[in-house]
Nanobody, 125 residues
Framework: QLQASGGGLVQAGGSLRLSCAAS????????MSWFRQGLGQEREFVAGVSRSGGNTVHADSVKGRFTISRDNAKNTMYLQMNNVKLEDMAVYYC????????????????????WGQGTQVTVSS
């Protein structure tokens, strides 16, 4: 089970940190990612991190502003969001995918089998 938290109201240009806590499973066996879905839009990949945390991928739209990380000892993944823009407003979902160590990070929602409930990020101008 995944529990996303940390969403809320943030002013454009501000910062927010999302967390995704895993329970009932050893998170180190899973590659994990953040996705987001704006109103009336499809779910899109934001960032992903490998099982060990050594490899990360960020969507071009957030590169240089968002940073994904994980702490396997705490069974938690994070998304540090800096310089937030209006277009970042969405429901953010964390997801996990059981993989072997060498599997590339997938950007496709269909490849993820475990999903959190989502946390709303609202951006004001």
């Amino acid at each position: 089970q995944l529990q996303a938290s940390g969403g809320g109201l943030v002013q454009a240009g501000g910062s927010l940190r999302l967390s995704c806590a895993a329970s009932g499973r050893a998170v180190s066996r899973y590659a994990m990612s953040w996705f987001r879905q704006g109103l009336g839009q499809e779910r899109e990949f934001v960032a992903g991190v490998s099982r060990s945390g050594g490899n990360t991928v960020h969507a071009d739209s957030v590169k240089g502003r968002f940073t994904i990380s994980r702490d396997n000892a705490k069974n938690t993944m994070y998304l540090q969001m800096n310089n937030v823009k209006l277009e970042d407003m969405a429901v953010y979902y964390c997801a996990a995918r059981a993989t072997i160590m060498t599997t590339p990070i997938s950007t496709a929602p269909k490849d993820y089998t475990v999903w959190g409930q989502g946390t709303q990020v609202t951006v004001s101008s």
